[in-house]
């Protein structure tokens, strides 16, 4: 994978590694896709990237005595910062990625910016983020350790959000990206690896997850969870 946007999204995570922050984020989204494809190597494994996003989830408190300035780290690249009201929060964008940092929003409509002094930034609030960090793998990209979601818990999460989703095409977008993953994990014979997650999860999740693989017909896969 040689393009511009996978150059730049390398470089960015060769910075934040520099910084010493790196090790400290989960990056979560679209991006873990391709870089999936070490954890996925003994199997049949396609990857693609057809997003701008790339999100770091923010685990807190974030215990690090580092503390770096974001817009400075990436100073030359080229991304532009991006404020969400006077006090919201901060996206960094560039005409082929955008940058964004999150949090585990907590309580009922309290989606308000959170502020990340060790980063210069404030992060996003969002619903169900925790539920990627339950089992992380460590994967190598161009030399460079990166922490991401277990693939099914990444796959599961995928399925909850497509289910809110408003517009159609990213709806078909989430459903079609954690069916990959899902097939992928069985052919990897990690069946009971999937299920144990899923029955992790509360039975108002699970419940929504099997209504989503219901609707889109997948039955087989319902059988696999349950």
Known sequence: MENSQYKLCTEVLKRLDGS?????????????VPFYKEYFSDVEYSTSITTRDLDFFVPL?????????????????????????????????????????????????????????????????????????????????????????????FALHKLIVSDRRIKKDKKVKDLDTAIRIIRALLDKGEANKLKFFFMGFT???????????KDDGQLDLVDVLI
């Open 20 to 32: 010493g922050i790196l090790k400290h984020l989960v990056l979560i989204g679209s991006w873990c």
């Open 61 to 153: 408190p974030l215990v690090t005595k580092n503390k770096i300035d974001i817009e400075k780290l990436l100073d030359g690249l080229g991304f532009v910062i991006d404020f969400k009201g006077s006090d919201g929060y901060i996206k960094l964008y560039h005409p082929e990625l955008i940058l964004e940092f999150l949090v585990t929003e907590k309580g009922v409509g309290l989606n308000k910016p959170y502020k990340l002094d060790q980063l210069g930034i404030n992060a996003q609030p969002l619903r169900f983020l925790n539920l990627l960090t339950a089992k992380l793998i460590n994967v190598m990209v161009e030399g460079i350790r990166i922490n991401l979601p277990h693939p099914a818990l």
């Open 203 to 213: 039975p108002k999740l699970r419940n929504r997850i099997t209504a989503v693989l």
